[in-house]
């Protein structure tokens, strides 16, 4: 049974930064990719971050380049997501994603087959 689990949310004030880790267990082949998604309240879901599990490769939403960097330890099979200079609009719930085994990952959050239960973050401004 594939399960992620993230952790690091919190509230922070405009400017400042967190670092969310998202730790996958059961996922024991294929596994290509991984994603991190936010729904802030009101709008729909949206893809933040994309990191290849072979090799350097990522890739970002626009609205976040420069600021987040997403990274991985393969060896404890946990994604990351540092934050820098948030602002108050990017306050959501902040969850990652896997695709199913051997497929890939984009931004459409219908291509991921399992997901975390989110963690809360709050930009005050």
């Known amino acids: 049974q594939v399960q992620l689990v993230e952790s690091g949310g919190g509230s922070v004030q405009a400017g400042g930064s967190l670092r969310l880790s998202c730790t996958v267990s059961?996922?024991?082949?294929?596994?290509?990719?991984m994603a991190w998604f936010r729904q802030a309240p009101g709008k729909e879901r949206e893809g933040v971050a994309i990191?290849?599990?072979?090799?350097?490769?990522?890739s970002y939403a626009d609205s976040v380049k420069g600021r987040f960097t997403i990274s991985k330890d393969t060896a404890k099979s946990t994604v990351y997501l540092q934050m820098n200079s948030l602002k108050p609009e990017e306050t959501a719930l902040y969850s990652c994603a896997a695709p199913r085994p051997w497929f890939g990952c984009s931004v459409q959050e219908s291509d991921f087959a399992y997901w975390g239960q989110g963690t809360q973050v709050t930009v005050s401004s």
């Open positions: 990191i290849y599990t072979r090799g350097p490769r990522t």
């Open positions: 059961g996922y024991t082949a294929g596994r290509i990719c």
